[in-house]
């Protein structure tokens, strides 16, 4: 089944611990990116990755640090997390980096930091 | 840089009567535009998509949305509300490359 992945679904971890979330897509899909969904605010851009070893910045990067090794394989690393990072995560990919192409999500990885 | 508005929060319908869900758009071009569903503790799944063409486009699960250039809209309808319906759902914008510029959402709620 044609799917992204996230890990974990659920976390809740104390200030200044760091910390990663894995975001994995069986697509073949070149462009992935990070989203953060905050109430009333939607979701707004982490970081993207046109392929591997290209990442850029979205809207809303900083705490916040990504790679790319791997073509199915999107992590995020908080390095020292913060209570403002806590939110609900997705990861989403796409065939290419077009406005063309349906974005595809995961089911989303709440994270809450105390 | 492109927004998009929409204006209610929140909306409660009866089920089996009409739904509206309104989005407003700024962008100086043609817009991509989206309509995104979440259900509870679900990701998003896409419900239709506007890029070029008849203004009326159709969606899965009996959803449906009109470009309005004039009035900035995309506005979402549904000729009949299920409860499975009560979801929370995003418009979207493609800005450059692929980033989608959300709104922030409306809470349908469905009352039986």
């Known amino acids: 089944e044609a799917q992204v992945t996230q890990n974990p679904r659920y976390l809740i971890t104390v200030t200044g611990k760091k910390l990663t979330v894995t975001c994995s897509q069986n697509?073949?899909?070149?462009?992935m990116s990070w989203y953060r969904q905050d109430p009333g605010l939607g979701l707004r851009q982490i970081y993207y990755?046109?392929?591997?070893?290209?990442?850029d910045k979205g809207d809303v990067p900083e705490g916040y640090k990504v790679s790319r090794k791997e073509k199915r394989n999107f992590p995020l690393i908080l390095e020292s997390p913060s209570p403002n990072q806590t939110s609900l995560y997705f990861c989403?990919?796409?065939?290419?980096?077009?406005?063309?192409?349906?974005?595809?999500f995961g089911p989303g990885t709440r994270l809450t930091v105390l | 840089a492109q927004s998009v508005t929409q204006p209610d929060i929140h909306i409660t319908v009866s089920e089996g009567a009409s739904l509206e869900l309104r989005c407003n758009y700024s962008?100086?071009?043609?817009?991509?535009l989206f309509w995104y569903v979440q259900s509870p503790g679900q990701g998003l799944q896409l419900l239709l998509k506007?890029?070029?063409?008849?203004?009326l486009v159709q969606g899965i699960k009996g959803f449906e949305a009109e470009f309005k250039r004039s009035q900035s809209s995309f506005n979402l309808r549904k000729p009949s509300v299920h409860w499975s319906d009560a979801a929370e759902y995003f418009c979207?914008?493609?800005?450059?490359?692929?980033?989608?510029?959300f709104g922030a959402g409306t809470i349908l709620r469905v009352k039986s």
């Open positions: 990755s046109m392929n591997v070893e290209v990442t």
């Open positions: 697509m073949n899909h070149e462009y």
């Open positions: 962008y100086g071009a043609t817009p991509y």
């Open positions: 506007y890029f070029s063409g008849d203004t």
């Open positions: 989403a990919s796409s065939l290419v980096m077009s406005s063309y192409n349906e974005q595809f």
């Open positions: 979207a914008v493609v800005e450059y490359g692929n980033k989608l510029v």
